[in-house]
């Protein structure tokens, strides 16, 4: 079939409006913040989506079909393992009727992509999954109004099969939509294309081959530390003691002397070589002298700090009367949670490599929010946004930690000041050091049974954590929930000794330790098996089907705790996901070694996109919450962090891992939600209750290390 010609009222090389693709999508700006409501956005049977809603409306933000008929896909979303550009390629395959094999990913280049906050929250398939579903399905129209045109039939009678229409009355007949486009922009719109309906997806909800998957095991991904440039310099910077030390003096000669070449600008001193091990080198001749700060606090006298300084509580929920309450009650239960503080630990450490060319910058970095990173880049080094260009290739892990950027900052004006490009890559060292820690919490509980085992009182304080799903979904009659503090902010100055920040889930872990384990308490208290006692105290369906799938699998045996068998329960929500676990523990009552032996785990994120990825989730959670569970924890004294390595952090082990059973919810009539963070809020919780049914011992700290695990044996 020759190439149509006829396209051009429809499809344009560079749009109608003038506006390159950067232009475009620069309208959204950095400021910009998107609120709105999920659920209209991503309803699931057939419908018209409204518009995207702080999102371009210009469908070709989001795709571009080339002249052989392969799609590219644009999204601010970046890939940090989680599997972003399968499901998007998914649902944009499933909207266009075109392979997913055909599907390209772009993430993260803010010069092609559109605007974006970030990748955090398990938000990719929430917030921009409607999106994009949207323009797919907007495109499809169009397409199919032009493919009308060009075969001189009813669109409707028109049918779309792997990116190829054809009249089922005139066999033969078709075009491609990459005939149809050729590579153009498509400059048509149509208001409000209806959406595939869920029962005719054939891509969506099956299993799809990771994108990343063959980049990755043969070596070929590319990180920010592997971008190599001509004349690119390596930077090691000097950075102090402990945090709020005050660089003094400096002596940076010996370091010129062995060919560094060396930038001082403030308190950013750097020794910059094109050899890495001789920049190393360099940076060991540098002598410098910090003032450090008046002793403070360290990781042992953090809680009462935290009590101590904490602002004043906020109420984030409350129903009934406490008062009234308390007078049901025939048992009142009190006990106090702690978490230390917890690192990100990514395998890989922030970096960036920098360059600036004919007064644009553009920077590749590890970052979970490339277009808030463009901001504060050009900020530091003076130039315009639209003059900087943050291009983000794979990250090796993020959880909430790479949000933000120093990493790309330096390299930026170093780069600036040496007119060479430049790359920053942390140690390990220096990961930890500027982490911005989940943060270290105190949770207090009082609540109240009834002589037949029913709560009528709960009262919760949740100091640090923040008040994400700090308030309890049990039926309750008399509950109050308030916060003060927490990683979101609004933490007086000094309350933590080094920032804080999200960390996968964030919040939600905190919370639902102290609240699982105080339910267990309080079963155990009424003489109820924990599963039970639950269930007893919740009307929410989609919370008592998650536990009776996993009580199923496990196959539970009821009973009342500590039945010596070492199994224990927990559940939570996380924005809108439910989560339950069950696990097996044995203990060690001579080392306080703790070892999960089976794990079975629920989640419902109502519709899956890709079973595969969600269950890949899921087991990442489970072994990320081994870690924060069990062993990982922040040693720190006087604003000094004193883990430097996984000497003494030390992070899940191969020969930890459990049998693990994941069950996926059947719901595809509740819209699609993040599956990279459910999972995991219920670890250390689910955990902590099957020590106490192993050994009769309540763990009211994370991490449950040996040395803690032993000390509440012998409380017992």
């Not at 910009?32 to 371009?56: H, K, V």
């Not at 929930?481 to 964030?506: C, D, E, I, L, Y």
């Not at 609240?515 to 007893?536: M, T, W, Y």
């Amino acid at each position: 079939m020759k190439p149509i010609d006829n396209t051009q009222n429809a499809c344009t090389e560079n749009g109608a409006s003038g506006l390159s693709r950067r232009e475009l999508f620069s309208l959204a700006g950095p400021g910009l913040f998107l609120i709105f409501g999920i659920d209209n956005l991503s309803a699931q049977e057939p419908a018209r989506l409204p518009a995207r809603q702080g999102y371009p409306s210009d469908l070709n933000a989001y795709l571009k079909i080339g002249p052989d008929g392969r799609v590219t896909c644009f999204s601010g979303k970046v890939e940090l393992g989680q599997g972003a550009m399968t499901v998007l390629a998914q649902i944009l395959a499933e909207e266009l009727d075109v392979p997913y094999s055909s599907v390209d990913m772009v993430l993260g280049d803010t010069d092609l992509c559109p605007y974006d906050m970030g990748t955090f929250g398990s938000m990719n398939v929430r917030y921009f999954g409607p999106a994009l579903r949207g323009a797919g399905a907007e495109a499809k129209a169009i397409l199919l109004q032009l493919a009308a045109e060009q075969l001189q039939a009813p669109a409707a009678r028109l049918q779309v099969g792997a990116g190829v229409v054809t009249d089922p009355s005139t066999p033969g007949k078709s075009v491609t939509y990459g005939q149809l486009v050729q590579g153009k922009r498509i400059e048509r719109h149509i208001e409000g294309a209806p959406v595939k309906p869920v029962t005719a997806y054939t891509i969506v909800g099956k299993p799809a081959p990771r994108k990343d998957a063959l980049d990755k095991v043969t070596g070929k991904a590319k990180y920010s530390g592997d971008i190599t440039l001509p004349g690119l310099l390596h930077a090691r910077l000097v950075r102090p003691p402990a945090h709020g030390a005050k660089l003094k003096d400096v002596d940076t000669s010996a370091a010129e002397k062995a060919g560094a070449r060396v930038v001082r600008e403030g308190d950013l001193v750097a020794v910059l070589h094109e050899r890495p091990d001789l920049a190393d080198k360099a940076l060991g001749l540098v002598k410098a002298q910090f003032e450090r700060p008046q002793p403070t606090v360290d990781d042992k006298t953090i809680f009462d700090h935290l009590l101590n300084t904490a602002p004043q509580p906020q109420n984030v929920g409350s129903t009934g009367d406490l008062a009234e309450g308390e007078k049901a009650s025939a048992t009142i239960v009190e006990e106090t949670y702690l978490n230390s503080y917890v690192a990100h630990a990514p395998m890989e450490t922030h970096s960036a490599t920098a360059n600036i060319e004919n007064g644009k910058a553009t920077v590749w970095a590890g970052t979970q929010a490339p277009f808030s990173v463009r901001q504060q880049v050009a900020q530091a080094i003076g130039f315009t946004p639209q003059n900087v260009r943050i291009v983000t290739s794979y990250v090796g892990g993020g959880f909430g930690g790479k949000s933000s950027a120093l990493q790309a900052v330096e390299a930026a004006r170093l780069a600036k000041a040496t007119g060479k490009p430049v790359q920053v890559v942390w140690n390990r060292a220096e990961e930890f050091f500027y982490d911005s820690f989940r943060p270290a919490a105190v949770v207090k509980i009082r609540a109240g049974l009834t002589g037949p085992g029913k709560i009528a009182l709960w009262d919760c304080k949740v100091v640090g954590a923040g008040e994400r799903e700090a308030k309890s979904y049990y039926d309750i009659p008399h509950q109050r929930t308030v916060s003060a503090g927490g990683w979101q902010g609004g933490n007086p100055p000094g309350m933590h000794p080094f920032a804080v920040g999200p960390w996968r889930a964030p919040s939600v872990n905190t919370n639902t330790f102290a609240r699982e384990s105080h339910i267990d308490i309080l079963a155990a208290k009424a003489g109820i098996d924990p599963l039970e006692f639950r269930l007893n105290h919740l009307s929410d369906a989609r919370m008592r089907r998650v536990l009776e799938a996993i009580g199923k699998q496990f196959a539970w045996k009821a009973g009342k705790a500590p039945s010596g068998r070492g199994v224990g329960v927990a559940c939570g929500i996380y924005s809108n996901a439910y989560a339950a676990t069950m696990v097996e523990v044995a203990v060690d009552k001579s080392t306080g070694h703790v070892q999960v032996k089976r794990v079975v785990s629920a989640m419902d994120v109502g519709l899956v996109v890709n079973p595969d990825g969600a269950r890949q989730q899921m087991e990442g959670c489970i072994m990320m919450g081994l870690g924060y569970a069990l062993t990982e924890e922040v040693h720190f004294k006087d604003g000094e962090v004193l883990d430097r390595n996984f000497d003494s952090y030390q992070l899940p082990r191969f020969s930890w891992m459990p049998r693990i059973e994941t069950i996926l919810i059947d719901n595809p009539g509740t819209p699609a939600l993040g599956a990279g963070e459910p999972p995991i809020i219920t670890m250390g919780a689910v955990v902590a209750n099957a020590i106490y049914d192993a050994v009769g011992a309540r763990m009211l700290q994370l991490p449950m290390t040996p040395a803690r695990v032993l000390e509440a044996i012998k409380k017992v």
